[in-house]
């Protein structure tokens, strides 16, 4: 009898072997492995897009990352938010004894061994968490990023018998069900749409025969769009963002820079006190950021000096000086990115290690740049109304 996780389909006069997998668990690299001995197929497709692919082809090229253009291309949320989704799935795979993506490197590996074209299925990473980022309004962001947050501390044990249950169709839906209800943006770019990539990509892989490596909860998505026709270069753009939006991020700094200009033509000492607010609340915030990521003390300083100035211009933020800063007084060593994935496992090892403690003396002192921007904000309103 065949496994419950193999599904056969007929696209013409292809045929097509999708592979339901966990991706900690060692049956699924197994199976992978046995598939496509027995198939074997034209083409393997594997759920990695060229990235994540170097990333197993090359597990030392962490070492080569300019963190400075990270920072400078506003990237470190999207970095952070993969490394701690790293975390999470590397303390279950320790757990078990395997290896995470496991069955991906089998599926690689295997394609190497019968000669068959390895076709990498997957959307960029990155255009996703892009599309996932603008789909989300502020609060959906903080929420989203509590989430992600919370699972660093979270030491729940789950065992192999529980992964290879949640291979279960059904569970699986259930599952990303209650996902939608708390997050609505997140399940179109990061299911949805990878779905319909994968299905594509399935499409266009060369051969009769084809072998694909899932996840277990795209083989319902993609087995649903597998003749359709999905136009790839749209999946692929990243939105931009609205023009109202872009209006609004230079609208605010201009209302406040107004404001206090009319106070101190009305009353030179009230503009002077909203001025002092200002920098107080803006500095000040963004300072007590950078102490909760344990900055250096001039990061720390470069923070409260940069924000009142930041605040007043969409194009730099606060959080992108303070990294460049720390990047100039604590630049990550070769030691650091070789402890990264060791690091990454616990709360503590993201503070500890250069690299994990940079992204987050970005996130807090930008965090702490934009609630001062929004109290300082209203105290320069309050006193403008006072004043007039």
């Known amino acids: 009898m065949?496994?419950?996780?193999?599904?056969?389909?007929?696209?013409d006069e292809k045929e097509i072997i999708l592979i339901g997998t966990a991706h900690v668990s060692q049956k699924s690299a197994e199976l992978v492995k046995q598939t496509i001995e027995e198939e074997k197929p034209d083409s393997v497709c594997v759920e990695l897009d060229t990235g994540r692919y170097q990333s197993i082809q090359d597990p030392q090229s962490w070492r080569r990352m300019d963190?400075?253009?990270v920072i400078r291309q506003r990237k470190t949320g999207m970095l952070l938010v993969n490394l701690i989704l790293s975390s999470y799935q590397r303390r279950i795979a320790e757990k078990l004894g395997v290896q995470p993506g496991q069955e991906m490197r089998q599926g690689i590996d295997s394609a190497k061994e019968i000669g068959a074209q390895l076709v990498l299925a997957d959307r960029n990473i990155q255009t996703t968490f892009s599309r996932v980022w603008n789909n989300m309004g502020f609060w959906g962001k903080l929420k989203l990023f509590s989430f992600f947050v919370a699972s660093l501390f979270s030491?729940?044990?789950?065992?192999?018998?529980?992964?290879?249950e949640l291979?279960?169709?059904?569970?699986?839906?259930?599952?990303?069900?209650?996902?939608?209800?708390?997050?609505?943006?997140?399940k179109t770019p990061l299911i949805d749409e990878r779905d319909q990539y994968l299905a594509k990509k399935i499409q266009q892989a060369p051969g009769k025969k084809v072998v694909a490596v899932l996840g277990a909860g795209h083989i319902p998505g993609v087995k649903q769009n597998i003749d359709r026709e999905i136009n790839l270069q749209e999946l692929d753009k990243i939105p931009p963002k609205?023009?109202?939006?872009?209006?609004?991020?230079?609208?605010?700094p201009v209302l406040i820079i107004g404001l206090i200009a009319i106070t101190f033509v009305i009353n030179p000492p009230s503009g002077f006190q909203q001025v002092l607010n200002w920098v107080v609340w803006n500095g000040s915030l963004s300072a007590i950021g950078g102490i909760v990521a344990l900055a250096h003390p001039l990061t720390i300083l470069a923070s409260f000096l940069a924000a009142p100035f930041t605040s007043l211009n969409p194009l730099i933020g606060a959080g992108i000086v303070a990294g460049l800063v720390e990047v100039a007084f604590r630049k990550p060593q070769v030691e650091d990115f070789e402890n990264l994935n060791q690091d990454v496992l616990s709360v503590r090892g993201f503070w500890r290690n250069k690299v994990t403690r940079l992204l987050l003396v970005v996130l807090f002192v930008s965090l702490g740049s934009t609630l001062g921007t929004f109290i300082g904000?209203?105290?320069?309103a309050r006193i403008f109304i006072g004043t007039v």
């Open 242 to 252: 609205s023009r109202s939006f872009r209006w609004l991020l230079w609208a605010i």
């Open 67 to 69: 963190i400075a253009s």
């Open 2 to 11: 065949e496994d419950q996780n193999i599904h056969r389909l007929r696209l």
């Open 167 to 186: 291979k279960s169709s059904d569970m699986l839906s259930s599952s990303l069900s209650e996902l939608a209800k708390s997050f609505p943006q997140l």
């Open 377 to 380: 904000g209203l105290e320069v």
């Open 155 to 164: 030491r729940e044990e789950i065992s192999e018998e529980e992964l290879e």
